[in-house]
């Protein structure tokens, strides 16, 4: 496989300031969910990448920029880019799309759900990363999530072991009426033989 040179990555890394700084993508998911979104949705550092914070450009090793560079020039998709900027998340976005028709969506942010793929849920937590996106819930966060929809999910996930426990429960609740039904016409029987027995020898 190919090396790109590293002066060419340096080239990219300086041509494409723009790429990493996406406010019309945090401005729609904000307006969108009406939710208080901050960076870390996407990003490594909840403040966004420019600083020299962890997960920030300005804290990056050599060998950090060098993937950084390679990120960025992940134009198409299925590059696997890794960005030691970007969040799983964000990084499963440039893979998927490809950094180029990223970038085309900043004018358009509310159509990057319908580019994501349908089946991907990197949190298994049974909401579909595109929907998380539009819901401005964390897509790498199983616990974070509109509540209906979680609870319908893990309703799914548990449905046979809450039979198996109801089942259980109402086994357990016949089976006991039964033992005490039994219990009951043993001492009214043990009653009655006494009553008979006094009867006959008085
Ligand atoms: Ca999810």
């Known amino acids: 496989m190919m090396r790109t040179s590293p002066i060419i990555l340096l080239v990219l890394f300086v041509a494409t300031p723009a790429l990493h700084a996406n406010p019309e993508f945090h401005r729609f998911i904000v307006k969108n969910s009406g939710r208080s979104v901050d960076c870390a949705l996407c990003h490594v550092n909840r403040d966004g990448p420019e600083g020299t914070g962890p997960g920030q450009v300005g804290h990056l090793t050599p060998a950090e ?11 198409a ?16 976005i440039i893979n998927s799309i490809g950094k180029q028709k990223f970038a085309e969506l900043r004018l358009a942010p509310e159509q990057l759900a319908k580019t994501l793929p349908k089946d991907s849920d990197l949190d298994h937590d049974g909401i579909p990363d595109a929907q998380e996106y539009l ?25 046979l072991q809450i039979l198996l426990a109801t089942g259980a429960t109402v086994i357990g609740l016949f089976g006991l009426r039964h033992l005490l039904n039994g219990f009951a016409i043993a001492v009214n029987t043990d009653e009655n033989d006494e009553d008979e027995n006094k009867e006959q020898h008085p």
């Not at 998709?77 to 499963?92: A, Q, R, V, W």
């Not at 819930?137 to 996930?157: E, V």
């Open 65 to 75: 920029l060098e993937k950084l560079g390679r990120a960025r020039a992940a134009l």
């Open 135 to 159: 819901d401005g819930t964390h897509p790498l966060m199983k616990s974070d999530g509109r509540p209906w929809l979680l609870f319908k999910n893990n309703l799914r996930t548990n449905l």
């Open 77 to 92: 998709p299925g590059m696997k880019p890794e960005s030691p900027i970007l969040n799983l998340f964000g990084n499963h």
